[in-house]
């Protein structure tokens, strides 16, 4: 074989690799911020389409939401839709963290002195978060409408019936075919774009000026973790009115020919929030979003550093 076809077919085995390394890395990060998930979707949806003081507010902040849920749903509903969850972590954020490295593998990312570009960078993660999301979106529908599913004394929003992730899926393509599997994914692809623009983007840029400063030693994982925690900040806010959107659109409840009963779209449901609830609607759960976009940006970009650390050392040596 040609050293061209050898370079080639490591090039291509290397980019299937970063969709899987991406994937694993940011499934494992769901599985400890999946709580925080459920507490997010639960307060993002509480009030909908209500003034304030119009509605009984079942969680009042992250831990009164932890205490609530754990009292009422059993301590077990703090992990509901974490099939689902870890399902679309694997998918979309393997396509979008396997994208961005593919992209950053061929200098796409780069300046002609071979430094990140920061504009570059913007748009590569913003590409690579759009497709990630339509490739993931059946999963955080049927992960959104699992979680937000509670006993009476405490459920907001619509409550979807069916039990798990096979059975969600399943129940929706029996009832509006395959284009129901992406429906809301109009609100999610905006909320990705943007949160991934933003989190690749500052990430590396930060990662590149922290190793630039030589406050840790250039390979140790603590660049990685004072990086993803600068992107982590950023991310939840400007992401949280996406994300509020994206679960409203998710969860609402459909008509027999699967139109949405409050919102046509994303468009629609940033109107109408802002006509009912305020500009303070938009950052429904902003408190759980932080708190769970924190830690899951700081896990997921450690693991991901240090997974495709191993996994090159281990390649090298074989």
């Not at 754990?70 to 969850?85: E, F, H, S, T, W």
């Amino acid at each position: 074989m040609s050293q061209v076809h050898k370079t080639r077919a490591k090039g291509q085995h290397t980019s299937k690799v970063e969709f899987i390394l991406g994937g694993i890395a940011t499934s494992g990060a769901g599985f400890f911020t999946n709580p925080l998930e459920v507490v997010k979707t639960r307060m993002q949806l509480q009030g909908e389409l209500k003034a304030k003081g119009q509605y009984p507010v079942h969680y009042r902040h992250v831990f009164h939401a932890f205490y609530t849920i754990a009292r009422n749903d059993g301590i077990k509903a703090l992990q509901k839709g974490l099939v689902p969850a870890l399902w679309y972590q694997f998918f979309m954020n393997g396509v979008r963290l396997g994208t961005f490295q593919a992209f950053d593998n061929m200098r796409f990312t780069r300046d002609r002195d071979g430094h990140v570009s920061f504009y570059k960078s913007v748009c590569i993660g913003a590409f690579a978060g759009c497709v990630g999301a339509i490739v993931g979106s059946p999963f955080y529908m049927v992960k959104t409408q699992l979680q937000a599913q509670a006993v009476k004394v405490i459920a907001v929003g619509h409550q979807h019936q069916y039990i798990g992730m096979v059975k969600g899926l399943s129940s929706i393509y029996q009832e509006f075919g395959l284009t129901g599997l992406w429906r809301g994914v109009s609100g999610a692809v905006p909320r990705v774009t943007i949160g991934s623009a933003i989190q690749l983007s500052t990430f590396s840029t930060a990662k590149e000026v922290i190793i630039g400063f030589q406050i840790f030693r250039p390979h140790s994982w603590l660049n990685a973790l004072f990086a993803s925690m600068i992107s982590g900040i950023l991310v939840t806010l400007f992401m949280t009115p996406f994300d509020v959107v994206s679960t409203r659109l998710y969860n609402q409840g459909v008509n027999l020919s699967g139109k949405g009963l409050l919102y046509t779209g994303p468009i629609n449901c940033f109107y109408k929030i802002f006509q009912k609830e305020g500009l303070w609607g938009f950052y429904k759960g902003w408190g759980p979003v932080l708190f769970r976009i924190g830690p899951h940006t700081v896990l997921s970009l450690v693991f991901w550093t240090e997974i495709r650390k191993l996994y090159f050392q281990f390649s090298e040596k074989c």
